[in-house]
């Protein structure tokens, strides 16, 4: 994963320590999370909250966690305590509550702007057209912005959505670009993705639920 990861980035003219991998290990056993430490991975991206209290309050050490899934207002606290960036900033209430706790905590993980670039009514994030005004009222409170992250149809191919985002990033003054997952990732690294999202492609297929 690594290697092809880092092809893909020399093959862009870009240097592979510039490309962070981020495994996903939601709804991964045990077993394979401590797998995935013993070889040297360490950063991780989880979608809900208390999965993610739960699977790490005994293994952090040396690890960067990233929440990639919606964040619920009234999970905020938890959140700013246990991650290290949040990915899946998209509207006024969250910024507000995020700046609170900023404030209150003085703990404040780096933070992206999710953007919608599909415009899909069922997925969260920021429209492409009001990024720019979020980002700036993101400022406006205080909030550091370090990037952009995106998740781009499913029936559609993703250059068109990496490149908008790496276009709106660029205008903004944003270096991070989350983009790309198991399907294209190398793909987005060759559009400027500074780390991509791997489940499947690193841990096979989640294992179904128990009870």
């Known amino acids: 994963m690594l290697d092809r990861i880092a092809a893909a980035a020399r093959e862009a003219g870009r240097s592979p320590g510039d490309v962070t991998l981020v495994a996903v290990s939601k709804q991964q056993p045990d077993d394979r ?5 013993a070889a040297g991975q360490r950063v991780f991206g989880e979608n809900r909250v208390q999965e993610a209290i739960g699977r790490w309050s005994g293994r952090r050490s040396d690890v960067e966690l ?15 305590a ?31 702007v999710q953007v919608n670039t599909g415009e899909e ?3 969260a994030g920021v429209a492409p057209g009001e990024t720019d ?30 490149r908008m985002l790496a276009t709106i990033a660029a ?36 294992l179904p639920r128990q009870g």
Request: proline residues 5%; contains cysteine.
């Open 33 to 37: 999370i401590d797998a995935m430490l």
């Open 66 to 80: 990233r929440l990639i899934g919606p964040l619920q207002t009234n999970k905020v606290r938890e959140a700013v």
């Open 82 to 112: 246990l991650f290290d960036v949040i990915e899946t900033l998209d509207r006024e209430k969250l910024a507000r509550a995020l700046a609170a706790e900023f404030a209150r905590s003085g703990r404040s993980p780096r933070l992206y």
């Open 121 to 123: 009514p069922q997925k």
């Open 133 to 162: 005004a979020f980002v700036a009222l993101c400022r406006d409170l205080g909030l550091r912005i370090d990037g952009l992250m995106c998740i781009p149809p499913e029936d559609e191919a993703p250059e068109r959505h990496f």
């Open 171 to 206: 205008r903004n003054g944003l270096i991070g670009l989350s983009m790309g997952m198991s399907a294209d990732y190398e793909t987005a690294v060759a559009l400027g993705a500074t780390s991509v999202r791997v489940g499947s492609a690193l841990f096979g297929g989640r």
